[in-house]
T-cell receptor, first 114, second 117 residues
Framework: GENVEQHPSTLSVQEGDSAVIKCTYSDSASNYFPWYKQELGKGPQLIIDIRSNVGEKKDQRIAVTLNKTAKHFSLHITETQPEDSAVYFCAAKGWGGSARQLTFGSGTQLTVLP | GAGVSQSPSNKVTEKGKDVELRCDPISGHTALYWYRQSLGQGLEFLIYFQGNSAPDKSGLPSDRFSAERTGGSVSTLTIQRTQQEDSAVYLC???????????????FGPGTRLTVL
């Protein structure tokens, strides 16, 4: 089955700096890669996702890049703000068939220091 | 519109007791998923429903865990004879589960925090 590894497990940045979180996956059939943000006591919220037919996607201060050859994808947050502090999870899944569930990385605790 | 809701938000039980956790998916979402999140860990897949049937139960950790979904909507996750290692946050997600991009996006509820004493 799919295995997703996520690094780093903790990340502290100064407000206004950029943050980068990286994930690798094992199953070359995976073609959908979402990123979730989880605040304390809440469920994960989708912040951005990317499919295998594109290499990069941006949404305001958030961007995700995908390298299918190397089987890794990354989350980039620019101009970080204190409200970006949360746990971020990457995930991977295949398309169609029985591969419906997401396989998650272990999470990154991001702290933005004022 | 309304998101995924789960109840109770917190549940404290004694070892050996049975518990039921409820999930109300987003209206119209045919797919429903249960995940478990242990303290400081990522999310572990438990079971997936398409309509009322469960084509993938591969993540259920033991036969003490079961789930059902009725009317293609509400789902209940039941844990029998709870053990301390069952303590975790149980998260439910739903999606349209269609065949076009964007229809498989999973939306999560707030979770149920289960503590087994």
């Amino acid at each position: 089955g799919e295995n997703v590894e996520q690094h780093p497990s903790t990340l502290s940045v100064q407000e206004g700096d950029s943050a980068v979180i990286k994930c690798t996956y094992s199953d070359s059939a995976s073609n959908y890669f979402p990123w979730y943000k989880q605040e304390l006591g809440k469920g994960p919220q989708l912040i951005i996702d990317i499919r295998s037919n594109v290499g990069e996607k941006k949404d305001q201060r958030i961007a995700v890049t995908l390298n299918k050859t190397a089987k890794h994808f990354s989350l980039h947050i620019t101009e970080t703000q204190p409200e970006d502090s949360a746990v971020y999870f990457c995930a991977a899944k295949g398309w169609g068939g029985s591969a419906r569930q997401l396989t998650f990385g272990s999470g990154t605790q991001l702290t933005v220091l004022p | 519109g309304a998101g995924v809701s789960q109840s109770p938000s917190n549940k404290v039980t004694e070892k050996g007791k049975d518990v039921e956790l409820r999930c109300d998916p987003i209206s119209g979402h045919t797919a429903l998923y249960w995940y478990r999140q242990s303290l400081g860990q990522g999310l572990e897949f438990l079971i997936y429903f398409q309509g009322n049937s469960a084509p993938d139960k591969s993540g259920l950790p033991s036969d003490r865990f079961s789930a059902e979904r009725t009317g293609g909507s509400v789902s209940t996750l039941t844990i029998q004879r709870t053990q301390q290692e069952d303590s975790a946050v149980y998260l439910c997600a739903s999606s349209l589960a269609g065949t076009s991009p964007g229809t498989d996006t999973q939306y999560f509820g707030p979770g149920t925090r289960l503590t087994v004493l």
